[in-house]
Nanobody, 118 residues
Framework: QVQLVESGGGLVQPGGSLRLSCAAS????????MGWYRQSPGNQRDLVAT???????NYVDHAKGRFTISRDGAKNTVYLQMNSLRPEDTAVYYC????????????WGQGTQVTVSS
């Protein structure tokens, strides 16, 4: 069992930056691919970025060059550094843990709101 707690969301002006954090508790942090997803009202929850325990990363197109995902194994924490934020980045951002061997084993955090507005 893994518990995920996100933090770091808030209100930021267009062009600004935020860093989201996701603290994981429980065992086996290194056995999970960690990811960030987001969901805006009326839309489905979509992938933003993922990172393996070895540090391999994957980004969706709109995140490339603006967002950076990272993880700290010693702290069992994954981060999402978001720069050059746009109003369309406004959403609830969710942390996800997906087991590397059993794809159906997934955990979600409660989400953190990011609002980009002037």
């Amino acid at each position: 069992q893994v518990q995920l707690v996100e933090s770091g969301g808030g209100l930021v002006q267009p062009g600004g930056s935020l860093r989201l954090s996701c603290a994981a508790s429980g065992s086996g942090f290194s056995t999970y691919v960690m990811g960030w997803y987001r969901q805006s009202p009326g839309n489905q929850r979509d992938l933003v970025a993922t990172i393996t325990s070895g540090g391999s990363t994957n980004y969706v197109d709109h995140a490339k060059g603006r967002f950076t995902i990272s993880r700290d194994g010693a702290k069992n924490t994954v981060y999402l550094q978001m720069n050059s934020l746009r109003p369309e980045d406004t959403a609830v951002y969710y942390c996800n843990a997906r087991h590397i061997l059993v794809d159906s084993i997934r955990y979600w955090g409660q989400g953190t709101q990011v609002t980009v507005s002037s």
